[in-house]
């Protein structure tokens, strides 16, 4: 029996779950494009950004998704033939190096596959080994949406300094942004990265790049650079038209307004951060109960170095896709693939799936989710430990 009508609930890592005053803030006609509400409103938006990113320095709006952010990242600070060091845990730190080989930059991965985080030892190995440094930049990931690893990017740059290796650090954090707390300056970030659709809570579509005075610096030594990707008109506007070389993404801009007046100046990034680990803490519960038997495992085994933002789970093929038909056909949840785990198309495609719960998640949605994952279980008669629910609820009441 169905019981999928009524609000679909998308619990996918991104996009997320778009509140419904970001959805009422874009209905509205087309606005004055070169004067008024809009051109002063969008300034108010860059120091919020800021905020979430942990930096004074400066920021730049791209109308592009993760992949094209990608690109304007590297295009700023890379030129065919140099050098990048890509340290991957996951499917998203392989990509962004792929994308940076197909601008000809030569890059060096270090994978550490889909089962751990950075492993610096390596890093510091590979840099010392570059004597007369021409790794110009070293590009990872914070939170690996893939895998669900989150990375620490505070030992990162700690063992960059140690090698004193001068490579720029150029971080994306399209995943844990306005989820977890991440401090550019603070951690010694050059290049970072984010996107509208996970953490801000904001249609796909926009993304952003922060970079400070030493990745200003190496921009300056690239000469020419496709205009477009250029940040330095984007991050230093002097007219309107130049935040965007073009015609600004109107509709997006004002869910943006919408979705940080929610993040930053009603719930506070505090309270935010908060809120995602005790829902992460509600996920993890209940999966550690259903592990007690049959096949489910989270694949980040260590705690503390899973993200707040989604969690990658691994039980025996097919059931993981198996699970997810009968809750978004029999119970109105979607719950992620497994991204990057398995190839396409091969038998072990099918034993993962991952809980998004970033952006706009509270207790009700996290719960329903988890409870519906716990009737699908039943009903597909899949093997898994009992109390998964009582654990969840538990780590909600106690909060
Ligand atoms: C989603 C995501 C991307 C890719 O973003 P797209 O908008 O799909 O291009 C890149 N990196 C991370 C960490 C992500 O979570």
Redesign the pocket.
């Known amino acids: 029996m169905s019981l999928a009508n009524g609000r679909h609930y998308l619990a996918i890592?991104?996009p997320s779950v778009m509140p419904d005053r970001v959805l009422q803030a874009m209905h509205q006609p087309a606005p004055n494009i070169y004067t008024g509400a809009l051109v002063e409103m969008v300034a108010t938006l860059i120091p919020d950004l800021k905020a979430i990113a942990g930096t004074r320095h400066r920021a730049a709006i791209y109308i592009?998704?993760?992949?094209?952010?990608?690109e304007a990242a590297i295009a700023n600070t890379l030129k065919r033939g140099d050098k990048a060091l890509v340290l991957a845990t996951?499917r998203?730190?392989i990509?962004?190096g792929e994308m940076a080989t197909a601008m000809g930059i030569e890059t060096h991965v270090l994978d550490f596959g889909l089962h751990s985080t950075l492993d610096l030892t390596q890093v510091a190995a590979a840099l010392r080994a570059d004597k007369t440094h021409e790794i110009k930049a070293v590009t990872t990931?914070?939170?690996?949406?893939?895998t669900s690893f989150r990375n620490d990017i505070k030992a990162l740059r700690e063992t960059i300094d140690a090698v004193g290796h001068p490579a720029l650090l150029m971080v994306?954090?399209?995943?844990?942004l306005g989820c977890e707390e991440f401090q550019m300056d603070a951690w010694g970030v050059d290049v970072m990265?984010a996107?509208s659709?996970?953490g801000l809570m904001t249609p796909?579509g926009i993304?952003f790049v922060f970079y400070n005075d030493k990745a200003e610096k190496a921009r300056e030594t690239l000469g020419q650079i496709s205009k477009y990707w250029d940040w330095t008109v984007r991050g230093n506007p002097q007219e309107f038209y130049e935040y965007f070389c073009g015609t600004a993404p109107t509709h997006h801009l004002f869910a943006l307004r919408e979705a940080l007046n929610m993040l930053v100046h009603e719930e506070g990034l505090d309270s935010a951060y908060r809120r995602h680990k005790i829902l992460a803490n509600a996920v993890w519960a209940a999966l550690d109960a259903w592990g007690q038997e049959g096949s489910i495992r989270m694949n980040v085994t260590d705690a503390a170095l899973r993200s707040h933002a989604?969690t990658s789970v691994k039980i025996d093929a097919p059931l993981g896709t198996t699970l997810r038909d009968y809750l978004t056909k029999n119970l109105g949840v979607t719950l992620g693939i497994g991204l990057g785990m398995a190839p396409g198309g091969s038998p072990e495609w099918h034993g993962y799936f991952r809980i998004g719960h970033m952006g706009h998640v509270n207790a009700h949605m996290v719960l329903g989710t988890l409870a519906c994952i716990d009737a699908g279980l039943k009903a597909l008669k899949i093997p898994h430990g009992n109390g998964a629910l009582e654990a969840a609820t538990r780590v909600i009441s106690e909060a």
């Open positions: 890592p991104g592009a998704n993760g992949h094209g952010i990608w996951g998203f730190g990509g962004w990931v914070h939170v690996d949406t893939s994306d954090c399209i995943a844990s990265i996107a659709q996970k796909p993304g989604v």
